[in-house]
């Protein structure tokens, strides 16, 4: 048996820890010439070893998650976790990469990328060392009470990361393994790591303020352990594990999910959002005066904010403009390119879908009187965007013009050249920032949980627990809708449970997209077989003499195969060991 298995591998002490520079309480360092005493012997070191931990807790919602490194070395980036779903097409779109293999139906363990395992596991055991040692580190009762919940919600973190991607996995626990050790290859049920998970979420926040402020703002916090989970007990009360995995076999049943639903875990999802809504310290950013949903882009631009629970901390940075502006704004590596059914997915500024009727959408002017989150998510063919070296705002010329014979695309940003979709991504993203400058920079942090995400939490455990909705989901839903600039705001009344759903499910869709939920939600929601199963179109902008015009495209036929629900551990995982079993299908 191999015991070099990536998720406990022996990775040099020296690779783990930081150096004396702390720019900030993510700042790392490197040195070749210390060992764990010397680390957990001083402060400082020991500070920058848990620092450490948090540098990837972002690793899997990041846009560029899935880059490829060219002949030259270099790394292009094709797309994260949106380019694997039914949101955007990635720009590798002819190399092959894990979110073509989910675009296409062909993911294969042996070639689909390790990072969510490699990255989770390096991270726990990173947490185990950390949590070895703090009893006898350099550090104040206060402070080892406090990093030790830190840790024990950074391992929690990295093992809700694991669940979401594969099911149950192997726990393990404090130990911290070497190779001559026997490592369990065993994996836990999907009920023994949600109640770990629970666990390690209570007893961090135990020890924890409900918010950090000063110099340990963006730490761990209460609120941040209850809402974890909150995330984690609605997946588990969700279709797919909730006695609907795919598994035939009784024992990878029991790994992949819940054997039996039951439907009192929609109660115990409830109750974990509620917990975190009557903490009372974080809310949305509401700003409807400045301009109808104004709050929904400003905590995009934020270092801190009351919505903002648990983020990605980094300092002033354009790395979102320079993965998502178009071409003539200095992007030469981007991301992913926003589908046209996600577009129409957002509806009208009154609340009403663009297929109602009586919502006022004209499909020759598709940009008017949109819900205002659609402009803070997309860029469009004359949407204004801040250029330099002027610095002031120019439109992107996305469309073909028709009075050309040849129909040669306006620009560099036009479709067929700089977009394949017709639409660039315009979410979390500054406007008075441009990639290409280097004077120009947000204070912006990667939300990783928001409030936003707690109240569709709660509305959807709520629905899905009573026969029909009640006020308190749709109390919920409307404060999203309401803080998204919408007038009016509310729902119809006389909503079925069937009805609140497809709402709630929809507002998840539009609220988050590009955060790195669509991808998970509609697989726990049991419906990526009809979302993934569909040709995904973009948008064909053409200028004419009298306006311009809009044309849907074809741009991929995406596939999903039932086996796509959960991820397939890395063949050089289970290669190495038969109690380490595959998921179904693989």
Known sequence: MDKALPFISLILFSVLVGSCKKENFLGKTKSTDLDENTVFADSAYTMNFLNGIYSDIGFSVAPNRFKIKNASGFYLNGG?????????????????????????????????????????YTNIRRANIFLKHRPHADLSDKLKTRTKAEARFLRAWYYFILLEHYGGVPLMGDSVYNAADDIPQVRNTFAECVNYIVSECDIAAADLDSVQVAENYGRVNKTACKSLKSRLLLYAASPLF????????????????????????????????????????????????????????????????????FARMQGPNRELEGLWQPPTRGVSNPAAYPYQDLAEAFGMANGRSITDPTSGYDASHPYNNRDPRFNNTFIHDQTLVIRRPELTKFPVNIHIDATDPSRVSSGQDAIYKGTPTGLYTNKMLNRDVVSDWFNTNTNRCFPLIRYAEILLNFAEARNERLAAPD???????????????????????????????????????????????????????????????????????????????YRTINVRKHTFDKRMYLWPIPLSEVSKSTQLLQNPGY
């Open 471 to 549: 006020a308190e989901v749709y109390s919920a839903v409307e404060e999203i809708r309401k803080r998204a600039g919408l007038n009016p705001y509310t729902l119809p009344t006389g909503l079925s449970k069937a009805g609140m759903r497809t709402v709630i499910q929809n507002e998840r869709r539009l609220e988050l997209a590009f955060e790195g939920h669509r991808f998970f939600d509609v697989r726990r929601w049991k419906i990526a077989e009809t979302t993934e199963n569909q040709q995904m179109h973009g948008t064909e902008p053409t200028k004419t003499a009298t306006g311009t015009t």
């Open 242 to 309: 909730n006695g609907g995995q795919i598994a035939e076999s009784p024992e990878l049943r029991a790994i992949t999910g819940y054997p039996s639903a039951d439907a009192n875990r929609w109660k115990l999802a409830e109750d974990a959002a509620l917990e975190v809504m009557k903490m009372g310290y974080y809310g949305l950013l509401v700003d409807n005066t400045t301009e109808p949903g104004y709050g929904f882009y400003q905590v995009f631009t934020l270092r801190k904010s009351p919505e903002l629970i």
């Open 80 to 120: 994260g976790l949106d380019a694997a779903s039914d949101e955007a097409e990635g720009a590798l779109s002819g190399a092959v990469n894990t979110y073509i293999q989910f675009a296409t139906g062909t993911v294969n363990p042996a070639i689909i990328t390790d990072d969510a395992w490699r990255i989770s």
